[in-house]
């Protein structure tokens, strides 16, 4: 199998590598085991001197890396700098906080003395996906090296230079050898190292289905699994929203990276009393947005990343127009070269319509009216997933509560849904499970070991066995 680097502006192959062979994943697996035994022993100055650096290299070499995001899924230039730019945020805040999250913590119990330590597990299996390339590897990476585990990753076969440069990083950076793995595998081989029993636990960023694929097959050998996968997040305009500034952050929330994000907002639920003023501010600001080449700088949207995606998405436009959504804006895929697709706004939608059960995974945003505040909520909740999700009011008290009956992993009232270090990040239902980031993520790939020191105090009783 051959991995290539393709150009989604221009459609042309700009690279290839070949997949790892099998004594290069044996390689890889050898090393990453032997690599534990040291990297464990590190102190977390260490690993925090490791990871600033690596902050460094990314920041010294930003616009090399941005290019590569650019030039391999289409990212808009601007954007793919601020990715880089975060992934050194997210570097820095571990080398900082990991310290304090992973500290030992006394529990009050039968015991003299009793406490918690968090140990790393050991080697970490990450399949990680093309859409944010660089911060989708670390915000894992970095939580997981500051817990002391050693990681072998599989990127998307479509952003393989990606893939290399984040190795490069590390290394620059002085991480040891075998700490950090890249490695070109497929699908099948990727099941392989899932299965074998030095890797410890498994990550994935990506779609329903291949995160079915590998909890079933971490789950067959007992092997724990975190993922991270679909979303259709409503984006909930109640009658008393801020419309300037729910319009704004409608369309960054919808298009950035040409709508091709987990936690983008895709199914747009307002309020029948604003309907009306909301939804021409939304068409007339959507048309202001610049369709071109990712490179230039004045561009808001790219091509999508693969012409697989092109095609999908516009068969979900298409069949959603079938069962009788409206156009209100774009809905064709422009006469040039490229995977591009208009940026584009459906009304009438409703359940029953792929714009609203599936995930659309590019630039269309699905919109559809809600009688009441209970209809809204009810609206957003009919859904198989549940990641992110955005409420507009200026009724704070309210937001809270509406906050609680949200089915998702994450509630963001009057802002932008989006990942930062300090919030735990992840979903529920069909959008997977676990978290990453802030305390909570890099406790994931951890041993969470009880220490009880006898002899039990004297006003308690011995407990059952079991």
């Known amino acids: 199998m ?3 680097s393709l150009n989604p502006a221009t459609e042309e192959v700009v690279a290839e590598f070949q997949e790892a062979t099998a004594e290069e994943v044996e390689a890889a697996l050898a090393g990453a ?20 650096a690596a902050a460094k290299q990314l920041r010294g070499d930003k616009q090399r890396l941005a290019g590569l995001i650019t030039l391999e899924m289409g990212k808009p230039i601007i954007q793919a700098e601020a990715e880089i730019e975060k992934c050194a945020g997210g570097c820095e805040y571990y080398a900082t906080h990991a310290e304090s999250f992973l500290a030992d913590l006394a529990k009050e119990s039968s015991a003299t003395e009793s406490y918690v330590v968090f140990d790393p597990i050991g080697t970490v299996f990450a399949i990680m996906p093309w859409n944010f390339p660089f911060w989708q590897v670390f915000r894992f990476a970095a939580p997981a090296l500051m817990a002391g585990n050693t990681m072998i990753v599989k990127h998307a ?4 230079q990606c893939a290399l440069a984040i190795d490069e990083v590390f290394r620059k950076a002085g991480l040891p050898d075998s700490v950090y793995t890249n490695l070109f595998v497929n699908h099948d081989r990727a099941a392989e190292i899932i299965e074998d029993e030095r890797i410890r636990a498994v990550t994935l960023t990506g779609s329903e289905r291949a995160g079915t694929s590998v909890a079933s097959t971490a789950g067959r050998v007992v092997k724990k699994s975190v993922l991270e996968l679909g979303g259709s997040d409503p984006f909930i305009v ?3 929203a801020d419309l300037e500034a729910s319009v704004s952050t409608a369309v960054t929330a919808r298009y950035q990276n040409a709508g091709q994000s987990c936690i983008a907002a895709k199914r747009f639920i307002v309020a029948d009393e604003v309907y009306d003023a909301f939804v021409p501010r939304f068409v007339e600001a959507i048309e202001k947005l610049n369709l071109d080449d990712p490179a230039e700088r004045s561009t808001n949207i790219g091509p999508l990343a693969r012409g697989d995606l092109l095609d999908g998405l516009e068969k979900q436009v298409h069949r959603s127009l079938d069962l009788g959504a409206t156009v209100l ?31 659309v995974f590019g630039p269309v945003a699905a919109v559809i009216r809600a009688g009441s505040t209970g209809e809204a909520i009810s609206l957003a909740n009919q859904s198989r997933f549940g990641l992110g999700s955005s409420v507009w009011t200026r009724d704070i008290a309210n937001a809270r509560r509406l906050a609680r009956e949200i089915e998702a992993g994450m509630v963001f009232i009057n802002g932008l849904v989006a ?20 305390e909570f993520g890099i406790r994931e790939f951890v041993n969470v070991k009880t220490v009880w020191i006898g002899p039990r105090r004297d006003d308690s009783a011995p407990p059952p066995s079991e």
Do not use: C, I
């Open 157 to 160: 076969a479509s952003t393989p």
């Open 33 to 52: 085991v032997t690599a534990f035994e040291s990297w464990r022993r590190t102190s977390f100055q260490q690993r925090g001197d490791l990871l600033r």
């Open 2 to 4: 051959l991995f290539q």
């Open 238 to 240: 109640l009658p008393d």
């Open 419 to 438: 990942s930062e270090p300090a919030l735990p990040f992840g979903g529920v239902k069909h959008s997977g499970h676990g978290r990453e980031l802030s």
């Open 329 to 359: 804006t774009g809905g064709y895929r422009p006469d040039r070269k490229g995977y591009y697709y208009a940026p584009t706004v459906l009304t009438d939608v409703k359940p029953g319509m792929p714009a609203f059960d599936e995930e």
